[in-house]
């Protein structure tokens, strides 16, 4: 599945906003959008799901016109704190109830989808929502907001909040998730994200620009005003930016790559 | 200073299994940035809102005492984790000015007050815009600074880098910093970031509402195990593994 943009221009009444921005986001690898704070970010994310209507230029998906309906869904940030029903199952499955899906199909569905998000349903079914840890309950969060399975999915700062082990765990399903979806995240931490086959969005200013990983690190290596990669990154790889496989920003991975470089 | 002296917290006092804080002692000094750390759930929340006042301990006592600050507004201010919570204001003025009018202030003391929060956060010429047109990471600038106008003699910051982008993240920093180097307001940092470590001059870790450890940002690196949610930053982790190569 591909999802394009061609020659979007974002406008608030009379300000054009943002853009042109064209880009192609597909499942198969995480989509990230990456930017400073009031860049266009999460408008952009209002812009796809049809919140945000004032726009020019054109969307597809596969090809065809794409109106979404159906077939999108939106989690904006701190998602938890909007729950509204008492239990979690009752958070998770209230979208399909309100498809009006048998009450069957309505388990079965969500207990498989309690699963996907590592939340086993003998566990967490009748737990309340607000009783849980951070990392349990923005994957609650998250569950509840793509229970539909829509092609495209859109997470605002799924990360933002969560201790390390949550951040870990929530990665690895947004990771498996984005075989069958199309996942566009909005980020501040894209070296959580970031793995070898990441595709980035980079919103600055007016101007948008596509980067794939190697890219995107080496022109951050070389000009921290660009994106500000952690010091000891940079301290480590200042004179590697010409590698055409530069590591993910992970200890390990970067170990690996100095080893590698002193060998050759 | 701010000194913990053996306090419990529980939410329901007839439940033991109910406590969130289980007779921690403690201090936290000003002139350091004082790192507050350990997995989602452990308390870390609680020991802040104990500081400002939002909740009273079950037990124990907590002292305040301030040897900079000869006339502050007020004792301890905090930044909450979800900016949203505390922005009362409908324009970016309006929100930095609520508190200090609930001080009885003059309107030029306000204004100047006002004048330089902003500044030190680059929103003076922002200061008719609604609230509803920043961003997150914006909004969260704009709580600290409308607790820094109020001149207060602690503040705790709620996770506050969890919402900033990189770039705020260092100008977030570079202003913590002053605030230590001046020794004017004393600083706490809750924060799950393991990257945030690295900016500590003290930690204390929280472990399931007991004191896991609390000293030097120098002694923790040298520990030998963490307890389970947190980890040591990822330069850490490359040093270590680079010298094991040697």
């Given at each position: 599945m591909i999802l394009n943009l061609t020659d979007i221009n974002i406008s608030f009444g009379k300000n054009h906003f943002l853009g042109p921005i064209n880009a192609s986001f597909e499942n198969g690898c995480l989509n990230l959008i990456v930017g400073r704070s009031g860049s266009g970010k999460s408008t952009l994310l209002k812009l796809l799901a049809g919140f945000h209507k004032e726009f020019t230029g054109s969307i597809t998906l596969d090809y065809d016109k794409f109106i979404p309906d159906g077939n999108i869904s939106l989690t904006f940030q701190n998602p938890e704190t909007i729950f509204f029903n008492s239990t979690v199952f009752d958070e998770v499955s209230y979208s399909l109830k309100i498809s009006n899906l048998k009450e069957n199909e309505i388990k079965e569905k969500t207990n498989k989808w309690l699963k996907t998000w590592g939340l086993s349903s003998a566990l967490y079914s009748e737990k309340y929502p607000f009783n849980l840890s951070g990392g349990e309950k923005r994957?609650?969060?998250?569950?509840?907001?793509?229970?539909?399975?829509?092609?495209?999915?859109?997470?605002?700062?799924?990360?933002?909040?969560?201790?390390?082990?949550?951040?870990?765990?929530?990665?690895?399903?947004?990771?498996?998730?984005?075989?069958?979806?199309?996942?566009?995240?909005?980020?501040?931490?894209?070296?959580?994200?970031?793995?070898?086959?990441?595709?980035?969005?980079?919103?600055?200013?007016?101007?948008?620009?596509e980067f794939?990983?190697?890219?995107?690190?080496?022109?951050?290596?070389?000009?921290?005003?660009?994106?500000?990669?952690?010091?000891w990154y940079v301290e480590n790889l200042k004179y590697y930016v010409n590698s055409q496989k530069l590591p993910i920003v992970k200890a390990e991975e970067v170990a690996n790559f100095l080893e590698n470089q002193k060998n050759k | 200073?701010?000194?913990?002296?053996?306090?419990?917290?529980?939410?329901?006092?007839?439940?033991?299994?109910?406590?969130?804080?289980?007779?921690?002692?403690?201090?936290?000094?000003?002139?350091?940035?004082?790192?507050?750390?350990?997995k989602n759930g452990c308390g870390k929340s609680t020991i802040a809102r104990l500081i400002v006042g939002l909740l009273e301990p079950s037990d124990g006592k907590i002292t305040i005492t301030d040897e900079f600050n000869a006339k502050p507004y007020y004792f301890s201010g905090m930044i909450f984790q979800n900016p949203d919570n505390q922005i009362v204001g409908t324009t970016i003025g309006d929100d930095i000015a609520f508190g200090l009018e609930n001080f009885n202030l003059s309107s030029d003391e306000i204004n100047d007050s006002i004048n330089k929060a902003a500044s030190l956060f680059h929103f003076e010429n922002m200061l008719d815009i609604p609230v509803s047109k920043l961003s997150g990471g914006q909004k969260q600038m704009l709580c600290i600074a409308s607790v820094i106008a109020l001149n207060p003699c602690w503040i705790v910051f709620d996770e506050p880098t969890s919402h900033l982008d990189p770039w705020a993240r260092i100008e977030f920093w570079k202003i913590i910093n002053e605030l230590v180097i001046n020794k004017t307001i004393g600083i706490i940092v809750i924060s799950q970031l393991p990257e945030d470590i690295n900016r500590f001059d003290n930690i204390c870790v929280l472990n399931d509402g007991e004191i896991y450890f609390n000293d030097s940002v120098n002694k923790f690196k040298e520990l030998k195990s963490l307890p389970y949610g947190i980890e040591f930053p990822e330069g850490w982790k490359l040093e270590k593994l680079l010298e094991d190569e040697k």
């Open positions: 994957r609650v969060a998250l569950a509840a907001c793509t229970i539909l399975e829509p092609k495209v999915i859109l997470l605002d700062e799924p990360l933002a909040g969560l201790d390390r082990v949550g951040q870990k765990d929530l990665s690895e399903i947004i990771n498996s998730l984005a075989k069958e979806h199309i996942v566009i995240i909005v980020t501040h931490e894209p070296e959580l994200l970031i793995n070898n086959n990441s595709h980035i969005l980079f919103i600055d200013g007016v101007y948008t620009k794939n990983v190697n890219d995107f690190l080496s022109k951050a290596i070389q000009n921290s005003d660009f994106y500000p990669l952690p010091e | 200073m701010i000194l913990f002296d053996r306090v419990s917290f529980c939410y329901n006092k007839n439940q033991e299994t109910s406590f969130i804080l289980k007779e921690v002692s403690f201090s936290f000094k000003k002139g350091a940035v004082n790192g507050l750390i350990g």
